[in-house]
């Protein structure tokens, strides 16, 4: 083998070696969750930032209208793009949830962010007044069915993240919101223990990013 060659195949066996085929953790940033609340005749109080804990509540106030308390978070995907996603699991971990009422329900709800250039800042991308609804489509609390008990909650969201990939976003967004009231909060970003997605590409879209490393990192000694 010539030296050049050796050097060719040094290099890729290093980028070969490089390359985890394992799981990629996504994690929400410091600045990617806030606390977001209104009222439904007087409009909105605003954003809660900077805690270790984010929840959810809705207090009915008959003429004064009703109090909203609705959690948001952002998480980066760009780490993700054009890879093929095999799994993506969300991963929460609840204070735990109950309800003063005679029944309740909390949970989660992706959404679907549309056009709006996410920067993984809530207040800055302004995300209360879209995701100002109650709807959950992964429950931490209903009940009779699933018990509001704390601890880490996985919630396969793979179609979602795929949603996302393919608009070409960079941040996939969650709500956590409830109905009549029903309390309880998940762990923020700021306490290390936030949300995060941990997703698993197919390992043959690794292999291709690494030769795309290579053959860019040998065009550039060529043109030097």
């Known amino acids: 083998m010539s030296n ?87 991963e929460v971990e609840s204070l735990g949830f109950d309800t003063g009422y005679w029944y309740g329900s909390a949970g989660l709800r992706w959404v679907d962010t549309g056009t709006m250039n996410l920067t993984g800042n809530v207040v800055a991308d302004n995300l ?13 609390f209903n009940s009779g069915t699933v018990e509001g008990t704390p601890g880490i909650k996985q919630f396969d969201v793979l179609n979602h993240l795929l949603d996302d990939l393919a608009a070409g976003r960079a941040y996939t967004t969650f709500v956590l919101c409830g109905s009549r009231d029903t309390g309880g909060a998940i762990y923020t970003a700021e306490s290390g223990r936030g949300p995060r997605i941990i997703a698993v590409p197919e390992p043959t879209s690794l292999l291709l990013l690494a030769f795309s490393g290579l053959l860019a990192a040998a065009q550039k000694r060529r043109t030097h």
Request: aromatic share 16%.
């Open 128 to 140: 209360g007044p879209a995701s100002a609804f109650v709807s959950i489509e992964y429950y931490l």
């Open 4 to 90: 050049k060659g050796w050097a060719v195949s040094v290099f890729l066996s290093a980028c070969l070696s490089s390359i985890s085929f394992g799981a990629i953790t996504l994690y929400t940033p410091p600045s990617g969750d806030a606390m977001y609340s209104w009222n439904s005749k007087y409009g909105p109080y605003g954003y809660t930032t900077e805690t270790n804990e984010m929840g959810v509540g809705l207090s009915m106030g008959g003429s004064y209208g009703n109090d909203y308390t609705i959690s948001i978070f952002e998480i980066p995907i760009v780490a993700l793009s054009g890879q093929t996603i095999t799994s993506a699991v969300l």
